[in-house]
């Protein structure tokens, strides 16, 4: 069937047989990658809001010191290079976990490599997170807590039914930034040898000598996940905004 | 907003779990090693090394579990206790005995430079000088670069061996130090044809040390004499050399 | 100013000095002064890679962002083509593409080597420069799309009709507002450009980041040379805002 595009183009044939799902081809490893990936940023992307909600309120809301620490915090990990931050948590960090626990009288545990990551990751985007939530949480219109209050609302029945509502169609845009930021950021844990897209096409390239034909795959791979995400978060976004149209003035 | 607190504690404890403490996690380079270690079409890890892990581990009774980790970050890994020991093709050296300790030898082969068919050269620092000399970062060979080619040369650091092989192949880089047994494997493939062996260098053992062994961390004596004691065992009833005859003609283990 | 030396920012203080001192007193330190001279070159070289990267990457990013903001279709199509896959796919992959996909053509092209520009595509620092270049392109060629964008039109016909010419009003009218719209954006994303360039490392490049491995190999020691490395990266981050901030009070008056 592909017998006339084979014989145009020569190196087609090796390239489809490289990539094909099943071995020989290397497209079962790039696939497995590419879920790993998948499931580091979700997860990443979920401490992250965590992280951020936390941090947000700590602004806003938190003592003097809270918000210098968290200030701090925020600077830091936005003035930094990923790749550093990720090889000083990645290696300190377990260090650090297990001194924490022992000195608290806990038996010291194992953190896998997908737990690292997903940590590691986290950290990173819970402080971009902050800063989108914060914006979002500030440009919620004061009359309106200060209505739930008058209701007798409790802070969290405030966050939970009036802050929270509120200010997430404001985040979006921002929050799936950050969602595309952490699908790319997968690829630095290359660099520490967990086995997501980027290694494991390192790893074929290597083997078969087909260095294009495997970047270019997993460029297809990863560009696929962003835009398609991409038009999930569009979705999300046009549901919020119902009802909302004078929210972003 | 302190019920958030706990609630990231409790998805970062899941994510932790606490693994058996009998498992040993053994270290292996995430980067491909041919015909050391390197994954296959499949995703399972194949090799020589790979191998002799698996005889080592049946041998001592050991469970063990092969974790790919980054070379460039494999000792830290050790000592921060992400795996229990190397198994890497790693060579005993008085630097790295500073940090971490080491099993017996299970292997030991000679260093040589291959470098492009039509140029000149030897593995001499006069040999090499003026010449772009790729190696591995975090090797011996690295080590030994630094030494002795660093003054007359340009020195190029790659993440892996594959990647400097391919730059030997695309031309950009003039020669390559690295272990005998990999080069060979490079020469006898399509890209190696560019190439041939130039000579081994001089041997320095503060630097090239005395062999791959396994390294575990300092003090866990226990692991090391259980390692010790598979090593001895598979040399002992013939596994190591049926294996070895499955990948080399030669034996590779040594004196 | 007399708002940020309240009583317990001066404890935050101490006790941060506290740690500096202790780090200094416990960590080991001894690696710096042999590793000076390397660590300046390699700063020197993040430094310029970065400078010209921003260059050519912006330079780039202009007619991208016009021609998808203005431009004809089969201008307008390539040039959102082009920032999507830029914007959608890792910089560690693209400099991985740039550098071992291209180099994998070589040995195809014997006349490559052959060419006056070998001297140039064996080393690895040009490649590393397009990597970086085209990925400021691809964000910055976004950015600029929608600075284009925001400047009302009536303002363009309103120099149309005092007689400016096309290029004119582009030079004098419509690409000084979008750039003073711009400038905050792109503070930060010069920002992430910095944050980028530690990559280069993996494709032998010899900057700032891979004069720590070297130190990180050379003697053992993991952390100390991460940490200093991050108040470097810090101390120039720190500096490019400084820069931007000036720039926006000296180019962005009357802008809200």
């Not at chain 2, 002799?52 to 974790?67: F, K």
């Not at chain 2, 040999?127 to 007359?152: D, P, R, W």
């Not at chain 3, 952390?223 to 500096?239: K, R």
């Amino acid at each position: 069937m592909l017998d006339w595009l084979y014989s145009l183009w020569p190196g087609l044939e090796t390239s489809v047989t490289l990539l094909s799902l099943e071995p020989p081809g290397w497209g079962g490893n790039l696939l497995r990658g590419a879920m790993n990936s998948l499931i580091i940023a979700l997860g990443a992307f979920a401490l992250g809001c965590l992280i951020g909600i936390g941090g947000a309120l700590g602004k806003l809301g938190g003592g003097p010191v809270t918000r210098d620490l968290l200030a701090v915090y925020t600077t830091v990990v936005r003035a930094v290079p990923e790749l550093i931050l990720i090889l000083i948590l990645y290696y300190a960090g377990t260090d650090l976990l297990n001194q924490a626990l022992r000195a608290f009288g806990y038996r010291p545990v194992e953190i896998s490599g997908l737990a690292a990551g997903i940590g590691v990751l986290g950290v990173v985007q819970g402080a971009y997170a902050t800063e989108v939530l914060r914006g979002a949480i500030q440009s919620v219109p004061r009359g309106q807590l200060e209505a739930a209050r008058a209701y007798g609302m409790t802070r969290f029945q405030t966050f939970r039914r009036v802050t929270a509502p509120a200010m997430l169609p404001l985040a979006l845009p921002g929050l799936s930034n950050l969602w595309l930021i952490a699908t790319k950021d997968t690829a630095l844990l290359a660099i520490v040898g967990f086995s997501e897209l980027t290694l494991e096409t390192r790893q074929a390239a290597g083997s078969t000598r087909a260095y294009f034909t495997f970047f270019l795959a997993a460029g297809a791979l990863y560009l696929i996940m962003t835009l398609v995400s991409g038009r999930i978060f569009g979705w999300i976004e046009a549901r919020f905004r119902r009802g909302q149209a004078g929210a972003r003035a | 907003m302190k019920s958030l607190f706990l609630a990231g504690c409790a998805t970062l404890a899941l994510c932790a779990g606490a693994a058996s403490a009998d498992v040993v996690r053994v270290g292996i380079a995430a980067e491909p090693y041919p015909p050391f270690a390197a994954p296959d079409a499949a995703g399972n890890w194949v090799g020589w090394e790979i191998e002799i892990i698996g005889a080592v581990c049946a041998a001592a009774e050991l469970d063990c579990e092969l974790t790919p980790t980054a070379w460039d970050g494999i000792i830290p890994a050790l000592v921060s206790g992400r795996i229990d020991t190397i198994m890497a093709s790693m060579s005993i050296t008085e630097d790295r005995l500073q940090t971490i300790d080491f099993s017996d030898p299970y292997y030991n082969t000679p260093t040589v430079i291959v470098g492009q068919r039509d140029m000149e050269m030897d593995a001499t620092p006069e040999g090499l000088a003026g010449m772009v000399l790729g190696v591995q970062v975090s090797t011996i060979h690295q080590t030994y670069a630094q030494t002795y080619f660093e003054a007359g040369s340009e020195l190029r650091t790659y993440q892996t061996q594959d990647e400097a092989n391919q730059d030997l192949a695309s031309g950009r880089i003039d020669a390559t130090q690295a272990d005998s047994l990999a080069m060979d494997d490079f020469l006898n493939t399509d890209a190696g044809a560019c190439c041939e062996l130039k000579g081994t260098v001089a041997m320095d053992e503060a630097i090239l040390g005395s062999g791959v062994g396994a390294g575990v961390r300092k003090g866990d004596d226990a692991l090391r004499e259980a390692l010790n004691a598979g090593i001895a065992a598979i040399i002992a009833d013939g596994t190591y050399d049926e294996i070895t005859a499955r990948y080399f003609a030669t034996s590779i283990y040594g004196q | 100013m007399r708002d940020f030396w309240q009583p317990h920012r001066i404890g935050l203080i101490a006790l941060a000095l506290g740690l500096c001192v202790w780090a200094a007193l416990t960590m080991r330190w001894d690696w710096i002064p042999r590793y000076a001279g390397l660590g300046l070159e390699g700063l020197w070289r993040t430094l310029w890679l970065l400078g010209l990267s921003l260059v050519i990457g912006f330079a780039m990013a202009l007619p991208l962002g016009l021609a998808q903001a203005a431009g004809p279709v089969w201008l307008a199509a390539p040039a959102r083509w082009f920032c999507t896959v830029i914007r959608g796919t890792p910089l560690l992959l693209q400099i991985w593409l740039i550098y071992f996909g291209l180099g994998s053509l070589f040995p195809q092209f014997p006349a490559i080597r052959q060419s006056e520009l070998w001297p140039y595509l064996r080393q690895a620092w040009p490649y590393a420069l397009l990597a970086l270049s085209l990925s400021y392109a691809g964000y910055e060629g976004e950015v600029m799309r929608g600075a284009f964008k925001s400047v009302p039109h009536g303002q363009l016909e309103a120099a149309r009709a005092f007689g400016l010419g096309r290029f004119a009003v582009f030079r004098r009218i419509w690409l000084p507002q979008a750039l003073a719209r711009a400038l905050p954006t792109l503070g930060g994303e010069t920002v992430l450009q910095l944050k980028a360039t530690p990559l280069v490392a993996t494709i032998t490049v010899i900057e700032i980041y891979s004069v720590a491995s070297r130190v990180r190999q050379d003697t053992f020691i993991i952390y100390e040379p991460l940490l200093l490395l991050a108040l470097v990266y810090m101390a120039i981050a720190g500096a490019i805002a400084l820069g931007f901030r000036w720039l926006e009070r000296r180019f962005t008056p009357g802008l809200g």
